[in-house]
């Protein structure tokens, strides 16, 4: 369901391939279907990710498996098949054995209200020496104006790039380390790349001063960097590395493109806030986690609010603790919103609220969205005759 409490300013079975809450098909904006057209499902919907996913319910446990529960504020309600696993105490566990090639971990999962602290991983009976860090800082988000339970968006997502390369047949084991228990939903695992070398003639923005620990604000250096790709004529390099950006981007006819979105991440509950643009922008490859603990619908604490303009182009990209991960109004014709992953947001995953003619969304994987993932709509009013694609 669109949501129309939000301004126009962004306020807003154990192995299988998985599309799961809201794996996307197709938004064609200004299109209609023909009114014959069968209204049957297809076999292929769902997007391809790039993980596996394991079911804790379908694992290897002493744990308490939960549900299944529709009840409303259940930890099984909000659960992938509203059926999860509790791990309470250290001595509980849920091990997965997996069925492909991997070196990264990603797991839905909870921890009681006010914790944080780390899950312990294991392969093969051996304990990794980095733990996977959990948080309820980004969870157990109050709504007052809902009925029945009033405390929602209860799971988190929690990433680990494993040191080692694990293959079919080893098992990973999850247990509570400092927390004292924890609910598994869903493990994704994953063979992350390394690192690809820059494009070539591309501008780094390590060149134009950007901090890869995180420590200092690299906004400036970013648009700096933007700015001299863009009179180049070549795109701009985030190599692997954790950028702090502290104030959004202007960005029009530029590229910028990252190691992966494992590898380059930018830290920005606000990276693009523009209302309009020249378009021909180019988005590929990279992360951005922000810090947002609630839904504040007058700020735009979103990924981009606005316009990116014609023929503009996202993909491949890690959206994570955002409001919403794309709010989009203005000039966006044309454009492509392919391959991308979006989690925990607090409100909307995708909110298409102008009037864009040709926008493509696909293949793109969502997860633990507060409100729609996907949305398409009409904020002020109906799209206007003249751009409708029935009209001569």
């Not at 292929?44 to 009840?71: I, W, Y």
């Not at 790039?161 to 695992?189: E, K, M, N």
């Not at 648009?223 to 001299?228: F, G, P």
């Amino acid at each position: 369901m669109p949501s129309p409490e939000l301004p126009d300013t962004g306020r807003d079975p154990r192995w299988r391939r998985r599309a799961v809450t809201a794996a996307v098909a197709l938004l064609a904006a200004g299109t209609t279907a023909p009114a014959t057209a069968a209204a049957e499902p297809d076999a292929r919907a769902g997007a391809q990710t790039p993980f596996t996913s394991g079911e804790a319910e379908d694992a290897e446990t002493n744990g308490t498996v939960l549900g299944p529960d529709l009840t409303q504020g259940s930890l099984a309600s909000e659960a992938s098949g509203r059926r999860a696993v509790t791990l309470d105490g250290p001595d509980r566990y849920v091990e997965f054995t997996l069925g492909a090639d991997a070196n990264a971990l990603t797991v839905s999962g909870n921890v009681p209200d006010g914790t944080e602290g780390t899950v312990t991983v294991s392969v093969n009976g051996e304990r990794l020496d980095t733990p996977l860090r959990v948080t309820s800082e980004y969870s157990y988000l109050d709504t007052p104006d809902i009925e029945g339970s009033t405390t929602h968006h209860l799971f988190d997502h929690a990433r680990l790039l494993l040191d080692r390369d694990l293959h079919a047949g080893d098992v990973v084991r999850l247990q509570p380390g400092t927390v004292p228990s924890y609910t598994v939903d869903v493990a994704d695992f994953e063979q992350v790349a390394p690192a690809p070398e820059a494009p070539q003639g591309s501008v780094s923005v390590l060149d134009t001063g950007a901090d890869p620990t995180g420590a200092e604000d690299s906004a400036a250096a970013f648009t700096a960097a933007i700015e001299q790709a863009r009179a180049a004529g070549t795109e701009v390099w985030v190599p692997e590395g954790r950028f702090r950006i502290d104030s959004p981007l202007a960005v029009e006819q530029v590229s910028i493109i990252g190691a992966g979105p494992w590898r380059s991440v930018l830290l920005s509950s606000h990276l693009i806030d523009q209302t309009e643009s020249a378009g021909g922008v180019r988005l590929r490859d990279f992360a951005v986690l922000g810090d947002v603990t609630d839904r504040v619908d007058d700020s735009p604490d979103n990924f981009a609010t606005g316009s990116l303009g014609a023929g503009s182009e996202v993909t491949g990209l890690w959206l994570q603790h955002l409001k919403v991960g794309m709010w989009l109004t203005g000039n966006n014709d044309d454009l492509l919103v392919e391959g991308n992953r979006i989690l925990d947001t607090t409100a909307d995953g995708i909110n298409l609220n102008g009037s864009a003619r040709g926008v493509r969304v696909r293949n793109n994987f969502l997860r633990n969205t507060g409100d729609d993932s996907l949305a398409m709509w009409s904020l002020h009013a109906p799209t206007p005759a003249a751009r409708s694609p029935a009209t001569p």
